[in-house]
C-alpha cells in the first residue's frame, strides 16, 4: 500500500474516532432527561449531535433549531427541528438571523423550562447578534483571521461585542435551566472559548482585550469598539456543562489506525500552534534516521498570517511547507486536514505532501516557494493531485497533522 493510502487512512480513522453522535448519546442517556425541553444545537458538528438528541429524547423535545455552515446539514430533515445554515468564519446574515431566532425562543422561557445546548466549533461565527454594525463586525474578524490571531484572541474580541456570546444567550435563558453538551475544538478545553462560551459568564480581563486590540486592531476607531470594555452581571441557571469529545479522540484514532498499518505511533503534541508554514517545515524535519516504521502525530490549530492573495488553508499552507521540505526524500510523507472537512475559504480539508510533490508542482509550472509567499497553496497542492477534498464530516476537534515514514529516509 502507498504511503499516501497509509496516510488518508490514518486521518479518515482519526476524523471517524472523534464523531460525537455515541458519545452525545451516552451523555443524554445518563442525564436521563424525560420532561419536555428545548434543543439549540449550534456549530459545525450541530446536525449529529441533534440527531443524537432526536434519538435519545425523541417528541420530549418541544422545540428545536439546529445552525451549522452552509452545506453541512446535507440529508438531515426532522420535524423537530428548525434548520439554518451560515457563514464560516465571517459570520453573514444567516449568521445573524440564526442569533435572532435562538435570542427570539430565550425569551419565551419560563423556570418549568429545560433548555438543552449542543456547542461544537464554528459556532462563534454561525450565529452572531453584535452590538456593531453587522459590517464592522465582519471587519473585525477579518482582520483578526489575516493578521494571524490565535482563536482565544479572536473569540475574546468577538465574545464582547456579541449579544449572545459570553453567556449572554444563556442569561437570556433565565430562569430556564441551561445544560450543554459541547464537542471541543479549543486546545485548553476552556469552556468560555468554545463557541464562544454561548452558555458561559464572560470571564477574560479588559487587559487581555487591549492587548488582542493594540496587536491586531490598531487601525479600528476607539469609538467604533468602546463596547469591547463592557462588563454585565448576567445570571445563568447553570444546570451542568458536558464534554461529547475533545483532541483526544482524534489522536487515539489515528494512532489505533497507525499500529494496524504497521507504524509506531508517536503522539508528538496536543497542542499544536504557531505559523503554519514554520510547525511544518519543523514537522519535516523530525524524522529520525532510525530503521523503525514510525507515525509522528499532531493535533491542534495552527494560524497564517496572511501577506499574498492566493487562496487555500492552514493545513494546505502546511501541506505546501511540507513539500518544499520533503523535497527528493523517499519513504516519508505528511498530510493535515481539518477534522471538520474545511480548511480556510476553500472546498479542501488539507493537504498531502511527499518527496514528489514538490516537481509535481513545478512541472505544472508554478514554483512552491512562490505560491508559498503568495499564500496560493490550494492551486499549488492541487496542481499536484495532493488536495484533501472530504466534504463535511460531522465533527470538529481540531486538525490532525501525521508525518509517517518507513525507512531509507535520503
Do not use: W
Amino acid at each position: 500500500m502507498s504511503l499516501k493510502a497509509d496516510a488518508l487512512q490514518i486521518t479518515d480513522a482519526a476524523i471517524k474516532a472523534s464523531l460525537p453522535f455515541e458519545n452525545t448519546k451516552k451523555i443524554l442517556k445518563e442525564l436521563n432527561l424525560t420532561a419536555l425541553l428545548t434543543v439549540i444545537a449550534v456549530g459545525k458538528a450541530a446536525v449529529s449531535m441533534a440527531m443524537a438528541a432526536e434519538e435519545v429524547l425523541g417528541e420530549n423535545i418541544k422545540t428545536g433549531l439546529v445552525v451549522t455552515k452552509y452545506a453541512h446539514s446535507s440529508g438531515f430533515h426532522s420535524p423537530l427541528f428548525e434548520i439554518i445554515e451560515a457563514s464560516h468564519p465571517v459570520s453573514d446574515e444567516n449568521s445573524i438571523f440564526a442569533a435572532e431566532r435562538a435570542m427570539e425562543i430565550a425569551k419565551k422561557l419560563t423556570k418549568d423550562d429545560i433548555v438543552l445546548f449542543l456547542v461544537s466549533g464554528g459556532g462563534s461565527a454561525l450565529m452572531e447578534k453584535s452590538k456593531v454594525s453587522p459590517a464592522l463586525q465582519r471587519d473585525i474578524t477579518k482582520k483578526l483571521l489575516a493578521r494571524g490571531a490565535e482563536i482565544e484572541e479572536i473569540n475574546a474580541v468577538r465574545k464582547r461585542l456579541s449579544l449572545v456570546k459570553g453567556g449572554r444567550l444563556a442569561a437570556l435563558c433565565y430562569p430556564a435551566r441551561v445544560i450543554t453538551i459541547a464537542l471541543s475544538d479549543v486546545l485548553s478545553n476552556d469552556k468560555g472559548t468554545i463557541a464562544s462560551g454561548l452558555t458561559v459568564k464572560d470571564d477574560i480581563p479588559n487587559d487581555i482585550v487591549k492587548a488582542a486590540v493594540k496587536k491586531y486592531l490598531f487601525d479600528v476607531s476607539g469609538s467604533e469598539i468602546a463596547a469591547l470594555y463592557e462588563t454585565e452581571n448576567l445570571m445563568i441557571n447553570d444546570g451542568g456543562y458536558y464534554f461529547a469529545g475533545d483532541k483526544s479522540s482524534l489522536l487515539a484514532g489515528a494512532a489505533k489506525k497507525a499500529r494496524e498499518l504497521g507504524y509506531t505511533p508517536r503522539i508528538m503534541s496536543s497542542s499544536l500552534t504557531g505559523e503554519a508554514r514554520s510547525r511544518a517545515a519543523e514537522i519535516a524535519a523530525a524524522a529520525d534516521n532510525s530503521d523503525e516504521k514510525t507515525a509522528y502525530l499532531y493535533a491542534g490549530e495552527t494560524t497564517v498570517t496572511l501577506k499574498g492573495k492566493g487562496k487555500g488553508g492552514r493545513n494546505q499552507e502546511m501541506a505546501l511547507s511540507a513539500a518544499i521540505a520533503l523535497r527528493g526524500k523517499k519513504n516519508i510523507a505528511f498530510i493535515s486536514v481539518g477534522s471538520d472537512g474545511t480548511d480556510g475559504p476553500t472546498d479542501a480539508a488539507g493537504g498531502y505532501a511527499d518527496g514528489e510533490t514538490y516537481e509535481k508542482i513545478t512541472a505544472a509550472g508554478l514554483s512552491p516557494e512562490k505560491e508559498l509567499e503568495n499564500n496560493n497553496s490550494y492551486y499549488a497542492l492541487k496542481a499536484a493531485g495532493d488536495l484533501i477534498i472530504t466534504g463535511a464530516t460531522g465533527t470538529n476537534v481540531n486538525d490532525i497533522t501525521v508525518l509517517i515514514k518507513k525507512t531509507d529516509i535520503r
